[in-house]
């Protein structure tokens, strides 16, 4: 490539990214919109995005000379790349760069949930010193569900490993991962048996609103709840359904189903305010793959995939 091959890039990105591609024409406009990339979408050989800009047909159509779309993270759900792949455009993900930070934030949420991190910290500042009420529960020991075990799953699984418990996992589109540590498991036995459950699957029109009704109807062992993959795998009434009539032991959630608050309809508002004020709900502004580590690998990882 030369600086004849031009390249948006959609999102704030590590300099490193800038650096390795200043060879090239860059176009870096972190806070671009979608009318502004459709006008000049058709000049570019290269697209980077994350999660906040849709690349659909409409866009694909008018990208005549894109070869490439690079997604920081994973998850693929806002690009077309089916389509893209029809129209010989190469599509990237690289969830190797943040898989280690999902898991890690994973496993805060849950350490952060059982022993009562949040609460207790916030009545200390109150002015209270509660501590029969805040009586933690220990992670060793227990049995934990990972449904989804893929990059983020299997990161979070080998995180739990030195606290001496059981491992059911359940892919549906992935089979033969067993070993010492970690159970594959059919999704019945882990609704069954885990006293903890963390999502870890795509968003696709399979699994919008996977843990709805029937999911939370289905626990048997009052699990505690954590998700770090797309607030849309999660309905919202469902979980706070589940709330209410203790079918969880509690929820950490770094995503929602709709994450832009001032476009909350007044179901949304009313669903996060009740969540909100939950002693054994914590959220988090999906932040779990986002540290400083990752921002720089995932600019590595597309870099590499790219042969660049």
Same mark, same amino acid.
């Given at each position: 490539?030369?600086? =004849?091959?031009?390249?948006?890039?959609?999102?704030?990105?590590?300099?490193?990214?800038?650096?390795?591609?200043?060879?090239?024409?860059?176009?870096?406009?972190?806070? $671009?919109?979608?009318?502004?990339? /459709?006008?000049?979408?058709?000049?570019?050989?290269?697209?980077?995005?994350?999660?906040?800009?849709?690349?659909?047909?409409?866009? *694909?159509?008018?990208?005549?000379?894109?070869?490439? *779309?690079?997604?920081?993270?994973?998850?693929?759900?806002? $690009?077309?790349?089916?389509?893209?792949?029809?129209?010989?455009?190469?599509?990237?993900?690289?969830?190797?760069? &943040?898989?280690?930070?999902?898991?890690?934030?994973?496993?805060?949420?849950?350490?952060?949930?059982?022993?009562?991190?949040?609460?207790?910290?916030?009545?200390?500042?109150?002015?209270?010193?509660?501590? %029969?009420?805040?009586?933690?529960?220990?992670?060793?020991?227990?049995?934990? %569900?990972?449904? !989804?075990?893929?990059?983020?799953?299997?990161?979070?699984?080998?995180?739990?490993?030195?606290?001496?418990?059981?491992?059911?996992?359940?892919?549906?589109?992935?089979?033969?991962?067993?070993?010492?540590?970690?159970?594959? +498991? +059919?999704?019945?036995?882990?609704?069954?048996?885990?006293?903890?459950?963390?999502?870890?699957?795509?968003?696709?029109?399979?699994?919008?609103?996977?843990?709805?009704?029937?999911?939370?109807?289905?626990?048997?062992? @009052?699990?505690?709840?954590?998700?770090?993959?797309?607030?849309?795998?999660?309905?919202?009434?469902?979980? *706070?359904?589940?709330? =209410?009539?203790?079918?969880?032991? !509690?929820?950490?959630?770094?995503?929602?189903? &709709?994450?832009?608050?001032?476009?909350?309809?007044?179901?949304?508002? @009313? /669903?996060?305010?009740?969540?909100?004020?939950?002693?054994?709900? $914590?959220?988090?502004?999906? $932040?779990?793959?986002?540290?400083? /580590? +990752?921002?720089?690998?995932?600019?590595?990882?597309?870099?590499?995939?790219?042969?660049?």
């Amino acid at each position: 490539m030369s600086k =004849e091959k031009k390249i948006i890039i959609t999102a704030p990105v590590h300099p490193y990214l800038l650096e390795r591609l200043s060879r090239y024409e860059l176009v870096y406009q972190p806070a $671009i919109d979608y009318a502004t990339l /459709e006008s000049i979408i058709g000049e570019a050989n290269g697209l980077v995005v994350t999660t906040r800009i849709p690349i659909d047909r409409n866009m *694909i159509d008018k990208a005549g000379k894109l070869s490439w *779309i690079g997604r920081l993270g994973s998850g693929m759900e806002l $690009i077309d790349a089916a389509y893209a792949t029809e129209k010989g455009i190469q599509c990237i993900s690289t969830p190797e760069g &943040n898989r280690n930070a999902v898991g890690e934030h994973a496993l805060a949420l849950l350490l952060n949930l059982m022993n009562h991190v949040s609460r207790s910290f916030d009545q200390v500042r109150q002015g209270q010193w509660l501590r %029969g009420e805040n009586r933690g529960t220990e992670l060793s020991g227990k049995t934990v %569900g990972i449904i !989804g075990y893929g990059n983020t799953g299997a990161a979070f699984a080998r995180l739990l490993q030195p606290f001496g418990l059981r491992v059911l996992a359940n892919d549906k589109y992935k089979q033969g991962f067993s070993n010492d540590y970690v159970k594959e +498991s +059919s999704l019945e036995e882990l609704c069954h048996e885990a006293e903890i459950i963390s999502l870890h699957l795509p968003l696709t029109g399979e699994t919008k609103h996977f843990a709805n009704t029937r999911f939370f109807n289905s626990l048997a062992k @009052k699990p505690w709840f954590i998700t770090t993959c797309r607030g849309g795998v999660t309905d919202t009434a469902a979980l *706070i359904a589940a709330l =209410e009539q203790g079918q969880v032991a !509690g929820a950490a959630l770094d995503v929602l189903e &709709n994450e832009k608050f001032d476009t909350l309809t007044d179901k949304q508002k @009313k /669903e996060l305010d009740f969540l909100l004020h939950q002693p054994n709900v $914590i959220i988090t502004p999906h $932040i779990a793959g986002y540290s400083h /580590e +990752s921002y720089l690998r995932m600019a590595e990882v597309l870099l590499q995939k790219l042969g660049l």
